[in-house]
Every structure is written in structure tokens, then in C-alpha cells.
């Protein structure tokens, strides 16, 4: 039997949501409702919780932010006369036959509520946490337009291999899996995300369109690169990475009637029905837009730039300041920071000791003139030498230990806590992921510091990033001197990195097989890594497993970062 075909169109709104932020979030929403509406949109869909930003975390527990929740979604509702959307928004339910509270994804068409989706899979893993919060869901669901059939998904409903989608599309005759996604930027993710569900487009028989969150939240980034993928896994549309976006499309829809059945691989069914009675509006033709993926190095530049201005801009803040001690991580965090905020609202701090060579001294004031930032001198040796005096009865000794170096890196984390109390402003620590993993660095020193743009990059990404900051700039941004210079903490006489740890891409290859792949020991010797090398780093990294806790945060860029991915108990005899 042939089925008719039909046309729907749909849009995906990709919003920078903040947690909390009702009024602002609701704003983006109806401008949204307004451009699709215009384009002559059929169905809008909204990223994943956007009527309260995600994750909203412990916020869920009150009930105060709950109420506001369900107000706003009823502004919102009321928002789409003449169109169908689907708003992401917690639910308290409290009937007979359902207790709890769910993810839920709201239809509501013309004005009204039409129907609910409750998130089906909880995903408990990473950075995820949704079983602390939220009841699963169990009915697979289409929405019957007139036009065709949508089913419904919330991000990880769709990453799952018993898909809800799969019945939705073989039992209700879905032609479009729509997904509200929240799915947390990692290096890579956008590209193997599209992948995977150009693969879930053509094994279901439906187009997907998934609408995922961009911007920062906290430690997590969203990077958007919302996609349209028809039924035989081609993609039609893609929205901009790192950036709000609307992306339209027109999909083929059939008349493919519902087998029958009244459950499917464990999930009940239901279908809503919003046909509406009437002529249909004229529209013109549209050519769905097709953003290009980022170069490597650009993708993760702007996933900084993104996660930085984010937190800078959603906690109020009105300037940074950085430590510029003349060496490569610093000088990267004061780039992003110029270009993620502008050039006004970044003031550079240099605090040279005995030990800081003139020329570390001297790179500091030509990146911050080349930045066009302000730049401050504050010497550390006088008050290093009051310490090292006042100290003199306790340490009776004249060497220099960690001490020592360490007292000259809380002095200069004092100093620069001083500008954030004294002005308000927000310090940046400037540590990287290789350094932290292994402990080099110093508690309340240079670990000092509001937030950490760089504290989920590896050290080879932090010369790979800034070689391709200074190709962009077209020359020397940052001088070469600090490129090609050994990396040193210059807290005593002719110190380097080398000293202490192995070359740094020996020691990221580690830390990524230890940290994100979690291989043992072994398992890393036998990819033909040095065992006393291997053995050595591994220790650095579980003995500082109360540093990796008490950092500041910073923006998750890998698959396993120091914070909510890598939970590890302070207090633990486990031997490797």
C-alpha cells in the first residue's frame, strides 16, 4: 500500500540558558517562537530544561525554584499561538498514579498544552547526576500534526541502543525523532555526536533533529552544532558552534500507520493528536542553513573563549586579573581572556622575585602592550625576605626547599586575592591539566584564584593553542621568546619543569591513559611507555588527589576532567 508524503517544517533553537535566569531564559524563548514563527515554522524545539538552564543541580530540591519553573513554562506556553513547540521543563507531579519529578518536555500548540514527555534514561555517569533528582519516564511518544508524526526524546533517550525513538518511529510511525539535548562539550563530541545519529536516523527509518544547549555553565561548556539529519542519514541543517542559532528545515513526512500493540521493548505508547482544521498558510521557500565544524585548534579556542565569558558574564563580574609571570600558560590565559571579554576588562599583574629573570619580566610587558591590556608591577622580593626573617627560627636553614618556593607563590596568590577583595574583580589561576594532575603546583599559591580556563588542558594543547593564536594574529601576539623559552617556575635559581617531570608530552600521554582513558599501569607500560617513568607519574598523580579537589573550577574540555568527572576519595591505602 502506498503512504502520502507530506511536508513539515521544523526549527531548533539553540539558546544560551542560564541556571535560575527565568526572565532571561523565557526572553530568548519568545524571540525564538518569533523568528519561527515567521519563517513559517510548523514545529519549534528547544534544547534540553531551557525554561530553568541545565543542570540546575540541588536547585531541584527547592521548592521555591520549582514553582518559578512551572510559571515561567506557562509564560512560555502561552507564547506559541499558531505553532507547535516543544519546552524542556522540570515536572512535580503529585497525581494518584504518578509521583515524582521528572525531565519532561512539554507540547504545547496554539496557546495550549497539548501533551508531556517524560525523560525515559537517566544518565548517571561523568558529569551527570540525574538519578539524585528525577523519576524515569516510560512512554515512548509521537506527536500526530496533520502532517506527520513526531516522536520524542530528551538527549540521552536518543544515545541509548534500546531507543525509545525506535518504537516511536516502528510502532507509532514517527517520520521525525525530535531531541531536546543538553550534551556537554568534550574535544571531538560535536562530530561523533552527528555521526552516531545519522547512523540512529537511518537504522529508525526517521529524521532527527536534535537541538542541543551552547554556553558556559559553570565548569561544563555546551557547544550548540544543533542538527537536522533526514531519514537516509544525511544532514540538511546545522547551526553555528559556540553561538545562539536558529535553524530551520522542511522534512518529507509519510502517512505510515501505527502497528499494532500496546507496548514496545518495555515502553508503554501513547500519541497526541493536534491536527488542526483549516487551509494551510503560504510560505516561501527556505535554504536550511549548513554551518561548517571548527578546525581542531579553533573548536577548542573557542570552547575557552566560551566557558570563560560565560562565567564572567552570568556571575556578575566586571574585570580579571592574571598573574603574567612571562611564561606560556599565563600568557595564554591573558589571550582568552582579552578575546573572550575585550582588551578594558583585563589588568595583568607581574610579581618578580630574586629569582624571576629580567627577560620573564620583560616578555610580560610586551604581551600585555601587544594585548593593549593593563599591566601592574608588584615586586615580591621584600616581602619574601620578611618571611624568609620571620621564619629563621623555625626552618633554621638557609637551602631552598619547597618551602621556600612555596611561600613565594602564596605571596604572590595574596597579592593578587588582594585586587579581587579590594575591587571585585575575578582572578584567573593559569595552571593546566598536566601540571595539576600531577600536583605541581601549590595550594593557595598559584592555585589561588577565582576560576581556571585552562585547568582541563593538557600543556601540548597549551603551545598547540597558543602557536595557533599568534598565526591568527598574523605574527608575534605572543612573543616567541615565551614560546620557545623551557618552562620554568622560576622559584629558585636555574629551576626548570624538566627538573621535576618528565617531558610534557610524555607526561600528557600518561595522564590521558591513566586520567581519561583509565588504563593501569600496566596497561600503559605495555603501549610501550617507560615503567619508571609511568610508575613515577601515576604516584605524582594519586598523592595529589586532595590538590585536584580544592582547585578552583575550570572549564571541562576532556572526556575525564578534575572535578565532577574524577571522584576519587582523599583518604584511601588502595595500592596501583
Same mark, same amino acid.
Not at 595564554?332 to 571579554?341: G, H, R, Y
Not at 582588551?343 to 629580567?358: A, D, F, I, L
Not at 598523580?541 to 574524577?566: C, M, W, Y
Given at each position: 500500500?502506498?503512504?502520502?508524503?507530506?511536508?513539515?517544517?521544523?526549527?531548533?533553537?539553540?539558546?544560551?540558558?542560564?541556571?535560575?535566569?527565568?526572565?532571561?531564559?523565557?526572553?530568548?524563548?519568545?524571540?525564538?517562537?518569533?523568528?519561527?514563527?515567521?519563517?513559517?515554522?510548523?514545529?519549534?524545539?528547544?534544547?534540553?530544561?531551557?525554561?530553568?538552564?541545565?543542570?540546575?543541580?540541588?536547585?531541584?530540591?527547592?521548592?521555591?525554584?520549582?514553582?518559578?519553573?512551572?510559571?515561567?513554562?506557562?509564560?512560555?506556553?502561552?507564547?506559541?499561538?499558531?505553532?507547535?513547540?516543544?519546552?524542556?521543563?522540570?515536572?512535580?507531579?503529585?497525581?494518584?498514579?504518578?509521583?515524582?519529578?521528572?525531565?519532561?518536555?512539554?507540547?504545547?500548540?496554539?496557546?495550549?498544552?497539548?501533551?508531556?514527555?517524560?525523560?525515559?534514561?537517566?544518565?548517571?555517569?561523568?558529569?551527570?547526576?540525574?538519578?539524585?533528582?528525577?523519576?524515569?519516564?516510560?512512554?515512548?511518544?509521537?506527536?500526530?500534526?496533520?502532517?506527520?508524526?513526531?516522536?520524542?526524546?530528551?538527549?540521552?533517550?536518543?544515545?541509548?541502543?534500546?531507543?525509545?525513538?525506535?518504537?516511536?518511529?516502528?510502532?507509532?510511525?514517527?517520520?521525525?525523532?525530535?531531541?531536546?539535548?543538553?550534551?556537554?562539550?568534550?574535544?571531538?563530541?560535536?562530530?561523533?555526536?552527528?555521526?552516531?545519529?545519522?547512523?540512529?536516523?537511518?537504522?529508525?527509518?526517521?529524521?532527527?533533529?536534535?537541538?542541543?544547549?551552547?554556553?558556559?555553565?559553570?565548569?561544563?561548556?555546551?557547544?550548540?552544532?544543533?542538527?537536522?539529519?533526514?531519514?537516509?542519514?544525511?544532514?540538511?541543517?546545522?547551526?553555528?558552534?559556540?553561538?545562539?542559532?536558529?535553524?530551520?528545515?522542511?522534512?518529507?513526512?509519510?502517512?505510515?500507520?501505527?502497528?499494532?500493540?500496546?507496548?514496545?521493548?518495555?515502553?508503554?505508547?501513547?500519541?497526541?493528536?493536534?491536527?488542526?482544521?483549516?487551509?494551510?498558510?503560504?510560505?516561501?521557500?527556505?535554504?536550511?542553513?549548513?554551518?561548517?565544524?571548527?578546525?581542531?585548534?579553533?573548536?577548542?579556542?573557542?570552547?575557552?573563549?566560551?566557558?570563560?565569558?560565560?562565567?564572567?558574564?552570568?556571575?556578575?563580574f566586571e574585570k580579571v586579573v592574571i598573574g603574567l609571570s612571562g611564561g606560556i600558560d599565563?600568557?595564554?590565559?591573558?589571550?582568552?581572556?582579552?578575546?573572550?571579554?575585550?582588551? @578594558?576588562?583585563?589588568?595583568?599583574?607581574?610579581?618578580?622575585?630574586?629569582?624571576?629573570?629580567?627577560?620573564?619580566?620583560?616578555?610580560?610587558?610586551?604581551?600585555?602592550?601587544?594585548?593593549?591590556?593593563?599591566?601592574?608591577?608588584?615586586?615580591?622580593?621584600?616581602?619574601?625576605?620578611?618571611?624568609?626573617?620571620?621564619?629563621?627560627?623555625?626552618?633554621?636553614?638557609?637551602e631552598i626547599t619547597i618551602t621556600e618556593e612555596n611561600i613565594q607563590a602564596r605571596i604572590?596568590?595574596?597579592?593578587?586575592?588582594?585586587?579581587?577583595?579590594?575591587?571585585?574583580?575575578?582572578?584567573?589561576?593559569?595552571?593546566?591539566?598536566?601540571?595539576?594532575?600531577?600536583?605541581?603546583?601549590?595550594?593557595?599559591?598559584?592555585?589561588?584564584?577565582?576560576?581556571?580556563?585552562?585547568?582541563?588542558?593538557?600543556?601540548?594543547?597549551?603551545?598547540?593553542?597558543?602557536?595557533?593564536?599568534?598565526?591568527?594574529?598574523?605574527?608575534?601576539?605572543?612573543?616567541?621568546?615565551?614560546?620557545?623559552?623551557?618552562?620554568?617556575?622560576?622559584?629558585?635559581?636555574?629551576?626548570?619543569?624538566?627538573?621535576?617531570?618528565?617531558?610534557?608530552?610524555?607526561?600528557?600521554?600518561?595522564? @590521558?591513559?591513566?586520567?581519561?582513558?583509565?588504563?593501569?599501569?600496566? @596497561?600503559?607500560?605495555?603501549?610501550?611507555?617507560?615503567?619508571?617513568?609511568?610508575?613515577?607519574?601515576?604516584?605524582?598523580?594519586?598523592?595529589?588527589?586532595?590538590?585536584?579537589?580544592?582547585?578552583?573550577?575550570?572549564?571541562?574540555?576532556?572526556?575525564?576532567?578534575?572535578?565532577?568527572?574524577?571522584?576519587?576519595?582523599?583518604?584511601?591505602?588502595?595500592?596501583?
Open positions: 500500500m502506498n503512504s502520502k508524503t507530506d511536508t513539515i517544517r521544523i526549527a531548533a533553537a539553540q539558546l544560551n540558558t542560564t541556571v535560575g535566569d527565568f526572565e532571561g531564559n523565557l526572553s530568548r524563548i519568545e524571540d525564538s517562537i518569533a523568528k519561527a514563527s515567521e519563517s513559517g515554522a510548523d514545529i519549534i524545539i528547544f534544547p534540553e530544561l531551557v525554561i530553568c538552564g541545565y543542570p540546575p543541580e540541588d536547585l531541584l530540591f527547592n521548592k521555591a525554584f520549582l514553582f518559578e519553573c512551572s510559571r515561567y513554562l506557562r509564560k512560555a506556553g502561552a507564547l506559541t499561538k499558531g505553532i507547535t513547540a516543544i519546552i524542556g521543563c522540570p515536572e512535580k507531579a503529585e497525581s494518584r498514579t504518578s509521583k515524582g519529578l521528572f525531565n519532561t518536555a512539554y507540547i504545547f500548540h496554539d496557546g495550549e498544552e497539548a501533551g508531556r514527555y517524560r525523560k525515559i534514561h537517566l544518565p548517571n555517569y561523568s558529569v551527570f547526576d540525574e538519578k539524585r533528582y528525577f523519576s524515569p519516564g516510560n512512554t515512548a511518544m509521537a506527536v500526530d500534526t496533520g502532517r506527520g508524526k513526531i516522536g520524542i526524546t530528551i538527549c540521552e533517550d536518543l544515545w541509548v541502543k534500546n531507543s525509545p525513538a525506535q518504537a516511536e518511529s516502528s510502532y507509532l510511525g514517527a517520520d521525525i525523532i525530535m531531541n531536546l539535548s543538553a550534551s556537554p562539550y568534550i574535544i571531538n563530541k560535536c562530530r561523533d555526536r552527528e555521526k552516531l545519529f545519522k547512523k540512529k536516523a537511518q537504522k529508525f527509518d526517521a529524521a532527527i533533529c536534535c537541538c542541543n544547549l551552547i554556553g558556559g555553565q559553570d565548569e561544563l561548556i555546551f557547544d550548540g552544532s544543533s542538527h537536522i539529519i533526514d531519514r537516509y542519514g544525511k544532514t540538511v541543517s546545522r547551526a553555528k558552534p559556540f553561538q545562539e542559532d536558529l535553524i530551520v528545515a522542511d522534512l518529507q513526512t509519510r502517512s505510515a500507520p501505527r502497528r499494532p500493540g500496546k507496548s514496545h521493548d518495555g515502553y508503554d505508547l501513547e500519541v497526541i493528536n493536534i491536527r488542526k482544521a483549516g487551509g494551510r498558510k503560504k510560505r516561501k521557500n527556505i535554504k536550511p542553513p549548513m554551518s561548517k565544524y571548527l578546525s581542531r585548534d579553533r573548536e577548542l579556542y573557542s570552547a575557552l573563549m566560551t566557558g570563560l565569558r560565560d562565567y564572567f558574564t552570568k556571575n556578575g599565563s600568557a595564554l590565559v591573558a589571550i582568552l581572556a582579552t578575546d573572550a571579554l575585550g582588551k @578594558e576588562k583585563v589588568v595583568c599583574v607581574t610579581m618578580p622575585s630574586r629569582y624571576t629573570q629580567e627577560k620573564s619580566t620583560r616578555d610580560a610587558h610586551s604581551l600585555a602592550e601587544n594585548l593593549g591590556v593593563q599591566i601592574q608591577e608588584q615586586g615580591i622580593s621584600e616581602i619574601y625576605e620578611a618571611y624568609l626573617e620571620k621564619t629563621s627560627g623555625i626552618f633554621k636553614t638557609s604572590r596568590g595574596n597579592i593578587l586575592m588582594a585586587y579581587s577583595n579590594r575591587h571585585g574583580w575575578l582572578v584567573l589561576a593559569t595552571g593546566n591539566k598536566s601540571e595539576t594532575a600531577t600536583g605541581y603546583c601549590t595550594l593557595y599559591g598559584d592555585m589561588a584564584g577565582g576560576f581556571s580556563p585552562l585547568k582541563d588542558t593538557p600543556k601540548t594543547a597549551v603551545y598547540r593553542l597558543s602557536r595557533y593564536r599568534n598565526k591568527l594574529s598574523g605574527g608575534n601576539l605572543i612573543p616567541q621568546s615565551i614560546i620557545q623559552k623551557k618552562p620554568s617556575a622560576e622559584l629558585r635559581p636555574g629551576q626548570l619543569d624538566q627538573d621535576s617531570l618528565p617531558p610534557y608530552p610524555v607526561l600528557d600521554r600518561i595522564v @590521558e591513559l591513566y586520567i581519561e582513558k583509565r588504563l593501569s599501569v600496566e @596497561e600503559i607500560i605495555a603501549k610501550g611507555l617507560d615503567p619508571d617513568t609511568t610508575r613515577e607519574v601515576v604516584d605524582r598523580i594519586e598523592q595529589s588527589i586532595h590538590k585536584h579537589n580544592l582547585g578552583a573550577p575550570g572549564i571541562r574540555v576532556t572526556s575525564v576532567s578534575f572535578g565532577k568527572d574524577r571522584r576519587m576519595p582523599i583518604t584511601n591505602k588502595f595500592n596501583k
